[in-house]
């Protein structure tokens, strides 16, 4: 753009009083600078910035705009691919577990030997559930579940009824300072569905249950306190001691809401299914007349709850403990 510049006159300089006795110097005129620009000139500078600045927002606006404008379906597929790629990953980890530590139980049914099921432990995976079913089958708890019965057979598992927390049984745990809480196996529970996806207890899983799924809320109650009435949480029910096991002879999706995987069956699985075919009471929750004594709280009705699935015969584990 052309610019005119334009000089302006030339300024006489001020008075100076002359001393005839002191030679002065004057210096020479400065001559200033003055642009000046004509209404054309600024009306072609200001349409010129205006069109610049409207073409950087047309093209940031072009560019929001093609971003906004992509195909969903596209964005749709990239993350789903994003999704199977950390799925992929999540189960690949899950499934790569490898038995660090071998366990045994020999089982009988009706006082008949049936033979033995060999067990392989997940240290690595599972450390606290490992170690909880290690100390039990060799009884460095105190206890163990040498004599205990298998209580409840289902189509897809079996189900051994573990250590009871009262009685001799709590007497003898208690020597060794064994207790049955079983907060850091629900904590590892937790752990194990939140990295794991899919179904975790898979046919010829061992499994250690945690807790009790179908357990009711805690109900509020008042109770006098400090001469106050406040609303305190009673517990309905009790929670798993940590000790009851299952052994999946199927896909079990059902237990992954209240099992803790520990370990699987490296051989053996044919005594685990021999245990599955003993005849079991019927399960009669289906009637309508049980529906509505559990409806109105009669103990009757969770007495017979307790009954259904098991056995008619004895399946008892007559020795176990840890293999070199």
């Given at each position: 753009m052309l610019h005119h510049l334009k000089l302006s006159p030339t300024q006489k300089p001020p008075y100076i009083p002359q001393n005839h006795n002191q030679q002065t110097t004057v210096s020479?005129?400065?001559?200033?600078?003055?642009?000046?620009?004509s209404r054309r000139e600024l009306t072609i500078f200001t349409n010129s910035s205006l069109l610049l600045l409207t073409s950087q927002t047309l093209h940031r606006n072009t560019v929001l705009e093609a971003r906004a404008d992509e195909n969903p379906q596209d964005i749709k597929v990239?993350?789903?691919?994003?999704?199977?790629?950390?799925?992929?990953?999540?189960?690949?980890?899950?499934?790569?577990k490898v038995p660090t530590k071998r366990a045994f139980l020999d089982i009988s049914i009706e006082g008949k030997p049936m033979g033995r099921i060999v067990i392989g432990l997940y240290e690595q995976s599972a450390p606290v559930g490992a170690a909880t079913f290690g100390d039990l089958v060799?009884?460095?708890?105190?206890?163990?579940?040498?004599?205990?019965?298998?209580?409840?057979?289902?189509?897809?598992?079996?189900?051994?009824?573990?250590?009871?927390?009262?009685?001799?049984?709590?007497?003898?745990?208690?020597?060794?300072?064994?207790?049955?809480?079983?907060?850091?196996?629900?904590?590892?529970?937790?752990?194990?569905?939140?990295?794991?996806?899919?179904?975790?207890?898979?046919?010829?899983?061992?499994?250690?249950?945690?807790?009790?799924?179908?357990?009711?809320?805690?109900?509020?109650?008042?109770?006098?306190?400090?001469?106050?009435?406040?609303?305190?949480?009673?517990?309905?029910?009790?929670?798993?001691?940590?000790?009851?096991?299952?052994?999946?002879?199927?896909?079990?999706?059902?237990?992954?809401?209240?099992?803790?995987?520990?370990?699987?069956?490296?051989?053996?699985?044919?005594?685990?299914?021999?245990?599955?075919q003993v005849q079991t009471v019927q399960d009669n929750t289906s009637s309508p007349y049980f529906r509505v004594a559990k409806l109105i709280g009669d103990k009757r009705a969770v007495v017979a709850e307790r009954g259904f699935n098991r056995p008619y015969s004895k399946v008892i584990v007559t020795n176990c403990g840890l293999l070199e």
């Amino acid at each position: 753009m052309l610019h005119h510049l334009k000089l302006s006159p030339t300024q006489k300089p001020p008075y100076i009083p002359q001393n005839h006795n002191q030679q002065t110097t004057v210096s020479p005129p400065i001559p200033k600078q003055c642009i000046k620009f004509s209404r054309r000139e600024l009306t072609i500078f200001t349409n010129s910035s205006l069109l610049l600045l409207t073409s950087q927002t047309l093209h940031r606006n072009t560019v929001l705009e093609a971003r906004a404008d992509e195909n969903p379906q596209d964005i749709k597929v990239e993350n789903e691919q994003q999704e199977a790629v950390t799925s992929q990953k999540s189960t690949s980890r899950c499934m790569e577990k490898v038995p660090t530590k071998r366990a045994f139980l020999d089982i009988s049914i009706e006082g008949k030997p049936m033979g033995r099921i060999v067990i392989g432990l997940y240290e690595q995976s599972a450390p606290v559930g490992a170690a909880t079913f290690g100390d039990l089958v060799s009884g460095r708890a105190g206890i163990s579940f040498r004599r205990k019965e298998f209580v409840k057979i289902m189509p897809n598992y079996v189900q051994h009824g573990g250590i009871r927390s009262y009685g001799v049984d709590a007497e003898l745990a208690s020597r060794t300072g064994r207790n049955f809480k079983n907060d850091k196996l629900v904590d590892e529970w937790e752990r194990e569905n939140e990295e794991c996806l899919g179904t975790k207890n898979l046919a010829g899983t061992v499994s250690i249950i945690v807790r009790d799924p179908s357990k009711p809320p805690p109900k509020a109650k008042l109770i006098a306190r400090g001469g106050k009435l406040e609303i305190d949480q009673e517990e309905v029910g009790v929670e798993p001691n940590g000790t009851e096991f299952t052994i999946a002879t199927k896909d079990s999706p059902e237990l992954d809401s209240s099992a803790l995987v520990v370990g699987k069956v490296i051989e053996g699985m044919d005594v685990v299914e021999k245990i599955g075919q003993v005849q079991t009471v019927q399960d009669n929750t289906s009637s309508p007349y049980f529906r509505v004594a559990k409806l109105i709280g009669d103990k009757r009705a969770v007495v017979a709850e307790r009954g259904f699935n098991r056995p008619y015969s004895k399946v008892i584990v007559t020795n176990c403990g840890l293999l070199e």
